[in-house]
């Protein structure tokens, strides 16, 4: 079992920055991938930026590249969310969320982190 943890949310005026991290815990050897989705005001819940365990490809949805950067400290079990040029619309409650292969859905989350950006 992995256990994850959120950290690093909070208000924020458009055109700011907040680093969002995610640590991992438990059996995190059996981790594949990691990604950053997130859920906003009457929104479905949606990828925001993934990135693999053992290796260094990154994933982005096409409303935050460039401005979202994800990155990872493989010794602390981290995965990191830099988030600059914040928008309103990035206003959400984000998760990360593992996976254990590449072919299966991510099945473990977090308890989430609120993220609010105020115009």
């Known amino acids: 079992q992995v256990q994850l943890v959120e950290t690093g949310g909070g208000l924020v005026q458009a055109g700011g920055s907040l680093r969002l991290s995610c640590a991992a815990s438990?059996?995190?050897?059996?981790?594949?991938?990691m990604a950053w989705f997130r859920q906003g005001p009457g929104k479905e819940r949606e990828f925001v930026s993934g990135i693999l365990w053992r290796d260094v490809n990154t994933y982005y949805a096409d409303s935050v590249k460039g401005r979202l950067t994800i990155s990872k400290d493989s010794a602390k079990d981290t995965v990191y969310l830099q988030m600059n040029s914040l928008k309103p619309e990035d206003t959400a409650v984000y998760y990360c969320?593992?996976?254990?292969?590449?072919?299966?859905?991510?099945?473990?989350w977090g308890q989430g982190t609120q993220v609010t950006v105020s115009s």
């Open positions: 969320a593992t996976q254990v292969a590449a072919n299966k859905n991510f099945d473990t």
């Open positions: 438990g059996r995190t050897t059996s981790i594949y991938a």
